[in-house]
C-alpha cells in the first residue's frame, strides 16, 4: 500500500469512518491511546495499516470482522463493528443475514446473541425505544423445494454445474446419515439460498468464521467456494489478513496456508 499519510494519520481517518463521525473517531483514538502497548497495536496496526488498505473495500472488511467476532461471541467488539458496518454500507438487512449464515458454521446461540446487539445499535440510530423493521422471516418451503434450492447452492459451491444431483445427494446421506438431509435442506437450501445477501458475501463470512474457529477441513471446501462465488484471491487473502487482528496470528496463518494450498491445486487443475 502507497499511501503518504502518517500512521497516525490513516488510524484517525479509519476511526472516523468506523464511528460515523470525526468526533467519534477521536474518542476511538483517545481509548486506543489509554491502553498502553495493546491500543497502540489497536491504533496503529489494526487501524493504520490493515484498515487503512485499500485491496478489500470497508464495506466488505467490515463483513469479515461481523462474522468472526460474531462466531468467537466478542459482544463488545461486536456492537462497535456493527455501527461501523453500518457506517461501512452494509444495510441493517445484510448485517441480519451475517449472523443467520455464521450461525450455521459457529451455532445459532451466537448468531441469537449478535442479533440482539444488532437490535440496540439499529434502535439507537433510529432513536426509537425499539428497532423498527425486524429480520427479514424465513420462507417456509416444502421439501422438494429446500432440497432443489440447496442442491442449486451446492453446484455454485462446487463449481459445477453440471451436478449430478443424485449421486451427491448418495453421497452426503451415506457419509452423514439424517446430518446430510440437514446439511442440504437447511444449511444451503433454507440458509445459503436467501437473496437478502449474496453467495459472494455468504462465502466471505463463512470463511471468516471457520478462520476465527480453525476449523480446517470446512475451511479448505469453502475457500474453493469462496473462488467459485467470485470471491478473488486478492480477497481471500486481505481478508486473511484482517483476521489477524481479530482472530489472532496463528489462525490466521494457518488460513493463509490453506487458501495457498487451495491456489495452488486450482492452477494445477486449470
Given at each position: 500500500m502507497?499511501?503518504?499519510?502518517?500512521?497516525?494519520?490513516?488510524?484517525?481517518?479509519?476511526?472516523?469512518?468506523?464511528?460515523?463521525?470525526?468526533?467519534?473517531?477521536?474518542?476511538?483514538?483517545?481509548?486506543?491511546?489509554?491502553?498502553?502497548?495493546?491500543?497502540?497495536?489497536?491504533?496503529?496496526?489494526?487501524?493504520?495499516?490493515?484498515?487503512?488498505?485499500?485491496?478489500?473495500?470497508?464495506?466488505?472488511?467490515?463483513?469479515?470482522?461481523?462474522?468472526?467476532?460474531?462466531?468467537?461471541?466478542?459482544?463488545?467488539?461486536?456492537?462497535?463493528?456493527?455501527?461501523?458496518?453500518?457506517?461501512?454500507?452494509?444495510?441493517?438487512?445484510?448485517?441480519d443475514?451475517?449472523?443467520?449464515?455464521?450461525?450455521a458454521?459457529?451455532?445459532?446461540?451466537?448468531?441469537l446473541?449478535a442479533?440482539?446487539?444488532?437490535?440496540?445499535?439499529?434502535?439507537?440510530?433510529?432513536?426509537?425505544?425499539?428497532?423498527?423493521?425486524?429480520?427479514?422471516?424465513?420462507?417456509?418451503?416444502?421439501?422438494?423445494?429446500?432440497?432443489?434450492?440447496?442442491?442449486d447452492?451446492?453446484?455454485?459451491?462446487?463449481?459445477?454445474?453440471?451436478?449430478?444431483?443424485?449421486?451427491?445427494?448418495?453421497?452426503?446421506?451415506?457419509?452423514?446419515?439424517?446430518?446430510?438431509?440437514?446439511?442440504?435442506?437447511?444449511?444451503?437450501?433454507?440458509?445459503?439460498?436467501?437473496?437478502?445477501?449474496?453467495?459472494?458475501?455468504?462465502?466471505?463470512?463463512?470463511?471468516?468464521?471457520?478462520?476465527?474457529?480453525?476449523?480446517?477441513?470446512?475451511?479448505?471446501?469453502?475457500?474453493?467456494?469462496?473462488?467459485?462465488?467470485?470471491?478473488?484471491?486478492?480477497?481471500?487473502?486481505?481478508m486473511?489478513?484482517?483476521?489477524?487482528?481479530?482472530?489472532?496470528?496463528?489462525?490466521?496463518?494457518?488460513?493463509?496456508?490453506?487458501?495457498?494450498?487451495?491456489?495452488?491445486?486450482?492452477?494445477?487443475?486449470?
Amino acid at each position: 500500500m502507497s499511501d503518504p499519510r502518517t500512521l497516525h494519520e490513516r488510524a484517525l481517518e479509519v476511526s472516523a469512518t468506523l464511528a460515523g463521525s470525526d468526533d467519534g473517531g477521536q474518542a476511538l483514538v483517545e481509548y486506543c491511546e489509554s491502553r498502553g502497548a495493546l491500543g497502540a497495536i489497536a491504533l496503529y496496526t489494526g487501524a493504520g495499516e490493515i484498515w487503512a488498505r485499500t485491496e478489500l473495500s470497508r464495506r466488505d472488511r467490515s463483513l469479515v470482522v461481523i462474522s468472526a467476532l460474531t462466531a468467537l461471541g466478542r459482544e463488545r467488539e461486536l456492537r462497535t463493528h456493527i455501527a461501523g458496518g453500518l457506517n461501512h454500507g452494509l444495510s441493517a438487512d445484510e448485517i441480519d443475514e451475517i449472523f443467520l449464515q455464521v450461525s450455521a458454521y459457529a451455532g445459532v446461540p451466537f448468531g441469537l446473541a449478535a442479533g440482539e446487539i444488532a437490535d440496540e445499535v439499529i434502535a439507537a440510530r433510529e432513536g426509537t425505544p425499539r428497532r423498527r423493521t425486524p429480520p427479514a422471516p424465513l420462507e417456509l418451503k416444502d421439501g422438494p423445494k429446500r432440497r432443489a434450492d440447496g442442491m442449486d447452492v451446492l453446484r455454485t459451491l462446487l463449481g459445477q454445474p453440471d451436478l449430478d444431483i443424485d449421486a451427491m445427494e448418495a453421497r452426503i446421506q451415506k457419509s452423514q446419515g439424517f446430518m446430510g438431509d440437514l446439511v442440504m435442506d437447511c444449511a444451503f437450501g433454507d440458509v445459503w439460498a436467501r437473496p437478502q445477501l449474496s453467495r459472494r458475501d455468504r462465502s466471505l463470512a463463512v470463511i471468516s468464521t471457520l478462520t476465527a474457529l480453525n476449523l480446517k477441513h470446512e475451511l479448505e471446501i469453502h475457500l474453493q467456494g469462496a473462488l467459485h462465488h467470485g470471491v478473488t484471491r486478492a480477497e481471500i487473502e486481505e481478508m486473511l489478513v484482517t483476521m489477524i487482528l481479530y482472530g489472532g496470528f496463528p489462525r490466521a496463518i494457518d488460513g493463509m496456508i490453506l487458501a495457498r494450498k487451495v491456489f495452488a491445486e486450482a492452477d494445477a487443475g486449470s
